[in-house]
C-alpha cells in the first residue's frame, strides 16, 4: 500500500528544495572574482594568472604584461562571460576566443590588442559574432568591444571655473579649468544662450587630452550666457556652471539685473557720457539723456517694450562697448 506524505510535509520539502537552488544560484554568482596576471605569458598557462578562470570573472591583464591566446579555438564550447580590461598587451596567434553575448573586451588607455599570426586567423567573437579580426588590423586603447562590435571609449572630464569676458576688439573669450578622470580623449561643446535657459551649439573641441586650463575666442553674436559641456561615448552631455557676460564681465560697464525682468535696471561705470537702446538690426530704440553718469545711475525701460535681446551703446571716456541684454518682464 502507497504511503502518501501529508500535505504539511510536502510543502516543507518542495519549499527546502527551492530553497537550496536559490542558494546554489548564489554559491555560483558568489565565485565570480577579479583575476589579474602575474607575468606574461599564455592564456591557457596557471602561471599566467593569479587564480583559475571561470565564467562571470573579471580578468584584467595588467600594464607592462603581454597575454597570448595560441589555443586555436579558446572556449569554444563554453564561451564564458568574462569581462576582460587590457591594460598591457592582449596578442592572438592564429587563434581564436569564443565568448558570452554579455562579456566585454575593454582596451584601457596604454593597452593593446594585436594579431600576430600569419593567416588572418586571428577573431574575437562575442556572442556568436566577430567583432574583431586580425585584417581590422591593432587596436589601442581606449577603446571597448562588446557583441555590438567595437567603439571608442570616451574619458570623464570634470569641467569648473568658467568665466567669460569681453575683449577689447568684440570678440568673447571663455576661459575654464578641466580634469580627467578617466580616459584621454574626449569633445567637448561651447553652447551660448540669450536668455539663460535655450542654449545652442557655438563649437566643439577635441583634443587627446583635456587636463588643466583650456580657453577659446569667439566673435560676439549678442549671446550673454555660455556654458562647456562634455559630450560622452553615447552623445549624453554633462554641463559645467553657466557663465554670463552680463555680470560684469564687461571692461567698462556693469549692467544688473540681466536679464531684466522689471522696468528699471541700473548702470554703474566711469564718466558715461551716453547710453543708447538698440535692437539686434543696430536701430536706437531709446536715446538716454545726456548727462554724465559717474559711478552708479538707475534707468527705466520704454513702455510696452517687448521681451527679447537688446544692445546698450555706451559711450564714456575710455572708449565706447556694446553690451547685450536680456529683457524678460
Known amino acids: 500500500m502507497a504511503y502518501t506524505l501529508p500535505n504539511t510535509l510536502q510543502h516543507t520539502l518542495i519549499s527546502l528544495a527551492s530553497l537550496s537552488i536559490f542558494l546554489l544560484s548564489l554559491g555560483n554568482n558568489a565565485m565570480a572574482e577579479r583575476i589579474v596576471s602575474l607575468q606574461s605569458g599564455d592564456w591557457t598557462d596557471a602561471s599566467t594568472w593569479s587564480n583559475t578562470i571561470s565564467d562571470g570573472d573579471e ?3 595588467q600594464s607592462g604584461h603581454t597575454v597570448t591566446i595560441s589555443t586555436g579555438n579558446l572556449y569554444n564550447s563554453s564561451t564564458p562571460n568574462l569581462q576582460i580590461t587590457v591594460n598591457g598587451i592582449l596578442s592572438f596567434e592564429d587563434s581564436k576566443i569564443f565568448l558570452d553575448e554579455d562579456a566585454i573586451i575593454e582596451i584601457a588607455s596604454g593597452g593593446l590588442l594585436r594579431g600576430i599570426g600569419n593567416n588572418n586567423n586571428e577573431k574575437v567573437k562575442i556572442g556568436g559574432g566577430n567583432v574583431w579580426e586580425e585584417k581590422n588590423g591593432n587596436f589601442s586603447g581606449p577603446y571597448r568591444f562588446t557583441q555590438f562590435g ?10 569648473y571655473s568658467l568665466n567669460a569676458e569681453h575683449n577689447a576688439d568684440g570678440s568673447v573669450s571663455l576661459a575654464w579649468k578641466n580634469e580627467v578622470i578617466d580616459g584621454t580623449g574626449s569633445e567637448l561643446v561651447i553652447e551660448g544662450s540669450y536668455d539663460g535657459s535655450t542654449f ?4 566643439f573641441i577635441t ?26 561615448e553615447n552623445g549624453n552631455r554633462q554641463y559645467s556652471s553657466v557663465a554670463s557676460l552680463g555680470q560684469g564681465a564687461s571692461t567698462l560697464t556693469k549692467v544688473f539685473p540681466n536679464p531684466i525682468t522689471d522696468q528699471t535696471f541700473y548702470l554703474t561705470g566711469k564718466n558715461i557720457q551716453s547710453v543708447s537702446l538698440q535692437n539686434n538690426q543696430g536701430i536706437v530704440i531709446h536715446q538716454y539723456g545726456q548727462n554724465t553718469i559717474e559711478g552708479f545711475a538707475s534707468l527705466s525701460l520704454p513702455d510696452k517694450l517687448p521681451n527679447g535681446i537688446y544692445y546698450l551703446r555706451i559711450i564714456a571716456e575710455q572708449g565706447i562697448e556694446t553690451i ?5 518682464r
Open 59 to 61: 580578468v584584467i591583464i
Open 150 to 159: 567595437g567603439e571608442v571609449v570616451l574619458p570623464v572630464v570634470a569641467v
Open 324 to 328: 547685450p541684454i536680456s529683457i524678460q
Open 200 to 203: 545652442e551649439d557655438l563649437d
Open 207 to 232: 583634443s587627446n587630452t583635456f587636463s588643466g586650463t583650456q580657453d577659446i575666442t569667439l566673435p560676439d553674436n549678442g549671446f550673454i550666457y555660455f556654458r562647456v559641456g562634455i559630450i560622452d
